[in-house]
């Protein structure tokens, strides 16, 4: 998934990181005099013909046509993987594998809610992920109307007992996806909040900008010695009438029934090929996206795209007819959505030295920028690739890259990154909900994905020039 803020957010499900970028979009920074006035022939073919090539489109409709959703540690995720296996290895890649880690399982059960009083009627929710259950009759009691996340965290200790707590925000869409690091937390870390404070459950308004009457899920995480509780997302339209409801100054009550189950350890697992290099001291290039996706919709932005975009990208390299000095290494990984298990398993089992790496896990859409974190001997590498994504309307940003989940764990080592930021201007009005389908793919966007993409690893793959260790990214 996605801009640094759904890195961040991805990464609190599981684990308690501070503060999340809760910034505009930076303005693009000025091109600086070095940048070469001509490309690479040898990119610039590679770029332009990725532009006429739909193999990332036909990738994405088979994965979600064939497999569908795909839960993590589930048996969809299983037939995912070995979907995925044999297409990358009629694909011509190398070293096609499946690298296997244990993690928690946790699968959706029933779910629905109504309002019982002042004003009877039935609400559209779903439960977050890592959520607790009710009793399998449901649980009825008076709702307490937080309007953001800070309103929760300023009630005193105690005075939520016995209560379920609706937690609202305000977010918006944004180039960037930046609304979602700023607002996300009433998912992430609200549910358990309330729990500390004595709820017995919690909704929460859908952590998206969809208008349509489709919930919004995602993980949730309760800290050791935090007993999970009953959380759900409420579709956007019913979150209104929750308001609405609370605004006319009568007591609410709600009746919830959650059914989700945890079942124990269970496996998922990364899905490894390579396009193997010339120089083995040359450091691996790792890119990729995540393989599993939440089980409401089909996975087709979140995250089919992405790994579709990297493993095209990574194709053109290979039948290019010209072997890259660096081994480009292309992982699908597990478990992303439910906390970046995949990312992390990559990252134990792989001591060795990555050059670079870069994730796509923000859906289809333009790309509009792209930042870099090169070490200064490296720098002409970042100047040839601003002169080949100039055509495609990519301009340098002024930021420091460092996006991506499952590639954060390579990162934090210090190893260089490129992070080619896609619009999320449409992003969450799909993400997380039922409408993440193919039909929100727009193929011509697609392909400038990959085309940017083929450039990057173009002029990263072959750069004749060492890339070594940077400052992470904060």
């Given amino acids: 998934m996605r801009r640094r ?15 999340l970028a809760q ?14 006035a001509k490309v690479d022939p040898f990119v610039a073919r590679l770029r332009d013909t990725a532009l006429k090539d739909d193999m990332a489109y036909d990738l994405v409709e088979g994965l979600t046509t064939e497999v569908g959703q795909r839960l993590a540690a589930t048996e969809a995720e299983a037939r995912a993987r070995s979907w995925a296996v ?60 937080f309007p953001t996340y800070n309103d929760l965290l300023a009630a ?12 609202g925000h305000a977010m918006a869409p944004s180039q960037d996806g930046s609304s979602y690091g700023a607002y996300g937390a009433a998912r992430r870390a609200g549910p358990a909040a309330a729990a500390r404070k004595g709820a017995v459950a919690v909704v929460i308004r859908s952590i998206g900008t969809s208008d349509n009457r489709l919930p919004h899920t995602g993980g949730t995480s309760f800290p050791a010695g935090v007993t999970p509780i009953p959380a759900a997302a409420l579709s956007n339209p019913d979150a209104d009438q929750l308001e609405r409801i ?46 599993d996706s939440w089980d409401l ?31 480009i290494r292309v992982v699908w990984f597990g478990a992303e959505e439910v906390g970046v298990f995949g990312g992390r398993a990559y990252a134990e089992r ?17 790309i509009w920028r792209f930042e870099t974190n090169l070490p200064a001997g490296a720098n002409a590498v970042g100047d040839r690739l ?40 449409r992003y969450f009005d799909t993400h997380h909900t039922p409408n993440d389908t193919i039909d929100r793919i727009d193929p011509e966007q697609l392909r400038q994905n990959v085309a940017a993409w083929t450039a990057m690893l173009a002029v990263v793959a072959y750069a004749p020039e060492d890339i070594g260790p940077v400052t992470p990214a904060k």
């Fill in 297 to 327: 919709g089909t996975g087709a932005i979140d995250d089919a795209a992405g790994v579709a975009i990297t493993a095209v990208a990574a194709k053109r390299i290979m039948d290019s007819g010209r072997r890259p000095r660096r081994t």
């Fill in 86 to 145: 044999a297409k990358l290895r009629a694909m011509g890649f190398r070293n096609v594998r499946v690298e296997t880690f244990q993690m928690p399982a946790w699968v959706r059960g029933e779910e629905t809610a109504e309002i019982v009083s002042p004003f009877a009627q039935k609400l559209v929710l779903t439960a977050l992920g890592n959520s607790g259950a009710t009793p399998p009759e449901g649980l009825t009691a008076p709702v307490v109307v």
């Fill in 246 to 291: 609370a605004a006319r100054g009568r007591p609410v009550t709600m009746r919830l029934v959650l059914t989700p189950r945890f079942l124990g350890q269970a496996e998922s697992g990364n899905v490894i090929a390579e396009v193997p290099g010339t120089d083995p001291g040359a450091g691996v290039v790792l890119i990729g996206g995540h393989l």
């Fill in 386 to 425: 601003q002169a080949a994504l100039a055509p495609l309307g990519i301009p340098r940003g002024a930021g420091v890259a460092g996006d991506g989940a499952d590639v954060g764990p390579i990162m934090a080592r210090g190893t260089a990154a490129i992070d080619l930021n896609q619009s999320g201007i």
């Fill in 23 to 36: 910034t505009p979009a930076a303005a693009p920074a000025a091109a600086p005099a070095s940048i070469p």
């Fill in 156 to 167: 005193p200790d105690g005075s939520l007992t016995s209560k379920i707590v609706y937690i």
């Fill in 350 to 366: 792989h001591p060795e030295r990555h050059a670079l790496t870069a994730e796509s896990d923000f859906g289809a859409d333009r």
């Fill in 5 to 19: 803020s759904v890195l961040l957010a991805t990464l609190l499900a599981a684990t308690a990181l501070p503060g």
